[in-house]
Protein backbone atom coordinates (compact mmCIF):
# COMPACT_ATOMS: atom_id res chain seq x y z
CA UNK A 1 0.00 0.00 0.00
CA UNK A 2 1.31 3.48 -0.84
CA UNK A 3 0.82 6.85 0.94
CA UNK A 4 -2.14 7.63 -1.59
CA UNK A 5 -3.98 4.54 -1.09
CA UNK A 6 -2.88 4.96 2.62
CA UNK A 7 -4.72 8.38 2.91
CA UNK A 8 -7.74 7.31 0.57
CA UNK A 9 -8.58 4.60 2.73
CA UNK A 10 -8.25 6.68 6.27
CA UNK A 11 -10.68 8.86 4.54
CA UNK A 12 -13.34 6.25 3.49
CA UNK A 13 -13.30 4.87 7.14
CA UNK A 14 -14.20 8.40 8.43
CA UNK A 15 -16.79 9.19 6.07
CA UNK A 16 -18.42 5.37 6.76
CA UNK A 17 -17.95 6.74 10.42
CA UNK A 18 -19.63 10.08 10.04
CA UNK A 19 -22.49 8.47 7.96
CA UNK A 20 -23.25 6.09 10.60
CA UNK A 21 -22.71 8.70 13.20
CA UNK A 22 -25.92 10.24 11.83
CA UNK A 23 -28.41 8.08 13.67
CA UNK A 24 -31.82 7.35 15.22
CA UNK A 25 -32.55 4.56 17.61
CA UNK A 26 -34.50 1.32 16.74
CA UNK A 27 -37.53 0.06 18.27
CA UNK A 28 -34.60 -2.57 20.77
CA UNK A 29 -31.35 -1.84 20.58
CA UNK A 30 -30.17 -0.72 16.61
CA UNK A 31 -30.38 2.25 14.94
CA UNK A 32 -30.97 3.83 11.35
CA UNK A 33 -28.39 5.16 9.74
CA UNK A 34 -26.43 6.36 6.54
CA UNK A 35 -24.07 4.42 6.67
CA UNK A 36 -25.45 2.41 3.59
CA UNK A 37 -24.87 5.87 1.51
CA UNK A 38 -20.71 5.53 2.57
CA UNK A 39 -20.36 2.18 1.88
CA UNK A 40 -22.11 1.39 -1.59
CA UNK A 41 -20.23 4.72 -2.80
CA UNK A 42 -16.89 3.58 -1.83
CA UNK A 43 -17.80 0.27 -3.05
CA UNK A 44 -19.23 1.33 -6.51
CA UNK A 45 -16.64 4.13 -7.05
CA UNK A 46 -13.01 2.43 -5.96
CA UNK A 47 -14.16 -1.28 -5.58
CA UNK A 48 -14.25 -4.14 -3.39
CA UNK A 49 -11.36 -3.71 -0.77
CA UNK A 50 -12.25 -0.30 -0.04
CA UNK A 51 -15.76 -0.66 0.47
CA UNK A 52 -14.86 -3.96 2.54
CA UNK A 53 -12.33 -2.21 4.65
CA UNK A 54 -14.41 1.32 5.37
CA UNK A 55 -17.60 -0.77 5.73
CA UNK A 56 -15.63 -3.50 8.19
CA UNK A 57 -13.71 -0.22 10.00
CA UNK A 58 -15.92 2.67 10.32
CA UNK A 59 -19.34 1.44 10.67
CA UNK A 60 -17.97 -1.24 14.14
CA UNK A 61 -15.97 1.54 15.04
CA UNK A 62 -19.51 4.35 15.61
CA UNK A 63 -21.24 1.10 17.31
CA UNK A 64 -18.73 0.97 20.13
CA UNK A 65 -18.53 5.30 20.18
CA UNK A 66 -22.25 5.37 19.77
CA UNK A 67 -22.78 2.74 22.67
CA UNK A 68 -23.55 -0.46 20.98
CA UNK A 69 -20.12 -2.38 21.73
CA UNK A 70 -22.22 -5.74 21.95
CA UNK A 71 -23.03 -5.29 17.77
CA UNK A 72 -19.32 -4.47 16.87
CA UNK A 73 -18.06 -7.68 16.05
CA UNK A 74 -21.14 -7.91 14.22
CA UNK A 75 -21.43 -5.02 12.16
CA UNK A 76 -17.54 -5.93 11.21
CA UNK A 77 -18.43 -8.60 9.26
CA UNK A 78 -21.91 -7.97 7.68
CA UNK A 79 -20.98 -4.31 6.76
CA UNK A 80 -17.51 -5.61 5.92
CA UNK A 81 -18.97 -8.21 3.61
CA UNK A 82 -21.72 -5.85 2.27
CA UNK A 83 -18.82 -3.83 0.97
CA UNK A 84 -16.92 -6.29 -0.30
CA UNK A 85 -19.72 -7.55 -1.85
CA UNK A 86 -21.15 -4.15 -3.48
CA UNK A 87 -17.88 -3.40 -4.80
CA UNK A 88 -16.98 -7.05 -6.45
CA UNK A 89 -20.75 -6.99 -8.44
CA UNK A 90 -20.47 -3.72 -9.42
CA UNK A 91 -16.46 -3.90 -10.98
CA UNK A 92 -17.84 -4.70 -14.12
CA UNK A 93 -18.90 -0.59 -14.48
CA UNK A 94 -22.31 -1.16 -16.03
CA UNK A 95 -25.51 0.38 -13.78
CA UNK A 96 -27.44 -2.89 -13.75
CA UNK A 97 -24.35 -4.44 -12.44
CA UNK A 98 -24.29 -1.26 -9.72
CA UNK A 99 -28.23 -2.24 -8.79
CA UNK A 100 -27.74 -5.59 -8.54
CA UNK A 101 -24.40 -4.59 -6.36
CA UNK A 102 -26.40 -2.64 -3.99
CA UNK A 103 -29.48 -5.29 -3.57
CA UNK A 104 -27.62 -8.10 -3.28
CA UNK A 105 -25.49 -6.40 -0.78
CA UNK A 106 -28.02 -4.81 1.11
CA UNK A 107 -29.75 -8.26 1.40
CA UNK A 108 -26.99 -9.65 3.08
CA UNK A 109 -27.03 -6.71 5.41
CA UNK A 110 -30.74 -7.26 6.48
CA UNK A 111 -30.40 -11.07 6.57
CA UNK A 112 -27.08 -11.05 8.55
CA UNK A 113 -28.82 -8.26 11.40
CA UNK A 114 -31.61 -10.70 11.43
CA UNK A 115 -29.74 -13.57 12.68
CA UNK A 116 -27.46 -11.53 14.99
CA UNK A 117 -30.74 -9.94 16.39
CA UNK A 118 -32.34 -13.24 17.14
CA UNK A 119 -29.51 -14.55 18.26
CA UNK A 120 -28.53 -11.62 20.84
CA UNK A 121 -32.31 -10.17 21.41
CA UNK A 122 -35.19 -12.65 20.29
CA UNK A 123 -37.15 -13.37 17.05
CA UNK A 124 -39.48 -10.95 17.98
CA UNK A 125 -37.79 -8.10 17.45
CA UNK A 126 -36.63 -9.27 14.30
CA UNK A 127 -39.58 -8.44 11.77
CA UNK A 128 -38.91 -4.46 12.79
CA UNK A 129 -35.75 -4.54 12.88
CA UNK A 130 -35.81 -5.47 9.22
CA UNK A 131 -37.84 -2.50 8.34
CA UNK A 132 -35.13 0.02 9.74
CA UNK A 133 -32.70 -2.43 7.57
CA UNK A 134 -34.45 -2.39 4.87
CA UNK A 135 -35.12 1.69 4.61
CA UNK A 136 -30.98 2.19 5.25
CA UNK A 137 -30.50 -0.30 1.99
CA UNK A 138 -33.01 1.83 -0.05
CA UNK A 139 -31.98 5.31 1.28
CA UNK A 140 -27.95 4.40 0.59
CA UNK A 141 -28.70 2.93 -2.34
CA UNK A 142 -30.78 6.01 -3.60
CA UNK A 143 -28.10 8.01 -2.61
CA UNK A 144 -24.85 6.24 -3.61
CA UNK A 145 -26.37 5.36 -7.43
CA UNK A 146 -25.65 9.08 -8.59
CA UNK A 147 -23.34 10.26 -6.05
CA UNK A 148 -20.65 7.28 -7.04
CA UNK A 149 -21.56 7.63 -10.81
CA UNK A 150 -20.45 11.35 -10.57
CA UNK A 151 -17.59 10.35 -8.14
CA UNK A 152 -16.20 7.65 -11.00
CA UNK A 153 -16.45 10.26 -14.04
CA UNK A 154 -14.35 12.30 -11.54
CA UNK A 155 -11.70 10.04 -10.75
CA UNK A 156 -11.59 8.16 -14.14
CA UNK A 157 -10.35 11.66 -15.62
Not at 58 to 84: C, R, V
Amino acid sequence: MNTRVLSFMALFVAFTAVATYLHIPGPSSSYFNLGEVAIYTIALTFGARAGGIAGATGSALMDIILGYSIWAPFTFIIKGLEGWIVGRISQKGDWKYNLIAIMVGGNLMIAGYAVAKAMLLSWAVVLPEIGIDFAQMLIGGIIAFPLSHHLDNYFRK
